[in-house]
């Protein structure tokens, strides 16, 4: 009918729009997991227009890292065989220049007629995961040399407990690390110096380095 033939007009220029200015990449399979739509993001994210990629495979397409792609084949077979309606997954790909991206995958599969096909939305997240890395070697070098500093390091939360020590701060007060961590650091200092150490602390706190002498109570 003529409001069927609207709807249909209409659901087509919606998906279309959304394809054209959403951040994700668009690709739509055959049931033969080749393709048959690919977005203007999904070309700008791999690098291949749609008529290099229409009608081919991603294996065709070396488009994704070698280490991941039976996990790849595993998400394919589970839509194609019907064991999965939808699927949300991350892996490695290939760019046409060689890069390997980080993308995260949401898959639909659509019955259509008798048949189905899949749909992929596609979320380029290599600068969120190289970003999240550069945290965690970051995070890793600072806890490296604050551990194996030979100087004496304690680190403290803003209102002056301890949240970790070094093995040279341990040996310094006469304690373990495991009996100074959570202690109040002012607990530490003799009680002619707990006023001059507090301000300091306080200044710290509110981002004004500085350096002062004080006496330490150990162990023994």
């Known amino acids: 009918s003529g409001w069927a033939h609207r709807e249909l007009v209409f659901a087509n220029r919606l998906l279309q729009a959304y394809t054209d200015n959403t951040s994700l990449g668009f690709v739509r399979w055959d049931s033969s997991l080749r393709i048959v739509e690919w977005s203007a993001r999904s070309a700008a994210i791999f690098g291949y227009a749609f008529e290099e990629v229409v ?63 899949i749909v992929s939305l596609i979320d380029d997240v290599t600068a969120l995961h190289n970003a999240r890395a550069a945290e965690v070697e970051s995070e890793e070098r600072f806890r490296s ?3 194996y500093s030979p100087d004496a390091m304690l680190a403290l939360s803003l209102d002056g ?19 100074l961590v959570g202690r109040q650091a002012l607990e530490l200092t003799a009680a002619a110096h707990v006023e001059a150490t507090r301000l300091a602390f306080a200044s710290a706190a509110n981002g004004d380095a500085s350096s002062m002498e004080a006496v330490a109570i150990r162990a023994d």
Request: proline share 1%; with cysteine; glycine share 8%.
């Open 55 to 117: 009608g081919k495979t991603m294996r065709e397409l070396d488009l994704v890292y070698p280490a991941d792609q039976s996990a790849v084949d595993a998400v394919g077979d589970a839509l194609r065989n019907g064991s999965t309606e939808a699927s949300v997954h991350e892996n490695r790909n290939l760019a046409r220049d060689g890069r390997v991206l980080r993308c995260r995958w949401f898959n639909s599969c659509i019955a259509i007629d008798g048949s189905f096909q």
């Open 161 to 179: 407990v301890i949240t970790r020590v070094n093995a040279a701060a341990a040996r310094l007060h006469g304690h373990d690390a495991a009996h």
């Open 145 to 147: 040399l604050f551990d």
